[in-house]
Each structure stands twice: as C-alpha cells, then as structure tokens.
C-alpha cells in the first residue's frame, strides 16, 4: 500500500453512535492487519507531524522500570 493511497481529511469530522462508527469500520476490515497498522503509523504522523519514515524516538531516560517481583 503507497502513501498516495490514502489521505487524512482534516475538514471531514463527524460525531457519530456507536453503532454507526462500527458500521464505519467495516470500511477498513477489507484490508490486512498489515495494511490497517501502515494506515494507523500514517494519520499518527500526520496527526503528530513527523515524518512517516522517522517517527521520534522515545526519551528513555524519562522512564524506569520498577521491579515488583523480588
């Protein structure tokens, strides 16, 4: 799947039911789980502004891992 396949909408919102957003996801259940997680890292970079190919790196040293397990 290329990039130009799809793109985000930004003027396009609506608020929706629940059942309505399910029937909207249906849209995307012809796709992959392969395809679907491509389509998901790209309207994050578009929805966070970075590159698709270079997502930021995370800033490991803000975060410890605490033991619970002694």
């Known amino acids: 799947m ?3 396949e ?3 909408d ?3 919102f609506s608020a929706m039911s629940l059942s309505e957003a399910d029937n909207a996801m249906n849209d995307y259940r ?3 789980w392969k395809e679907r997680l491509v389509i998901a890292a790209y309207l ?3 929805s966070y502004n970075y590159p698709l190919n ?3 790196k995370m800033e490991k040293h803000l975060f410890t891992a605490i033991s619970v397990f002694k």
Do not use: D, G, M
């Open 2 to 4: 290329k990039e130009q």
């Open 6 to 8: 799809y793109r985000l």
């Open 10 to 12: 930004r003027t396009a």
């Open 30 to 32: 012809r796709f992959s």
């Open 44 to 46: 994050n970079s578009v």
């Open 54 to 56: 270079a997502p930021p």
